[in-house]
Nanobody, 130 residues
Framework: QVQLVESGGGLVQPGGSLKLVCAASGFTSDYYAIAWFRQAPGKGREGVSS????????YYADSVKGRFTFSRDSAKNTVALQMHSLKPEDTAIYYCAVASAAPGIVPDQAMLTREFYDYWGQGTQVTVSL
């Protein structure tokens, strides 16, 4: 059984920092990519950042570039999203997602596309407020 568990969410003031962690288990083969998505109330689920398993390439949404950093610990099957300079508009439920396989060449833009991912965690709430 594939399982993704997010942790690290909470309440922070604007300009503060949080570190989210996703632990993955139950995979029978190497996954292609792992990503963070977020969904604010009344809005769609959007890609935040992702990393390719094969070469470690990272991808970031324009809205978080320079503020968020995606890292991985392959030995522990965990990834982390270090978030700095948080803004109220970062408030959302953050989800961890995994793409199990990808045939052929995958365009960079697909790495932050919801439809590309097969497995999802239950999410962790991030609230940025005064």
């Amino acid at each position: 059984q594939v399982q993704l568990v997010e942790s690290g969410g909470g309440l922070v003031q604007p300009g503060g920092s949080l570190k989210l962690v996703c632990a993955a288990s139950g995979f029978t083969s190497d996954y292609y990519a792992i990503a963070w998505f977020r969904q604010a109330p009344g809005k769609g689920r959007e890609g935040v950042s992702s990393i390719a398993s094969k070469d470690g390439s990272t991808y970031y949404a324009d809205s978080v570039k320079g503020r968020f950093t995606f890292s991985r610990d392959s030995a522990k099957n965990t990834v982390a999203l270090q978030m700095h300079s948080l803004k109220p508009e970062d408030t959302a439920i953050y989800y961890c997602a995994v793409a199990s396989a990808a045939p052929g060449i995958v365009p960079d833009q697909a790495m932050l596309t919801r439809e590309f991912y097969d497995y999802w965690g239950q999410g962790t709430q991030v609230t940025v407020s005064l």
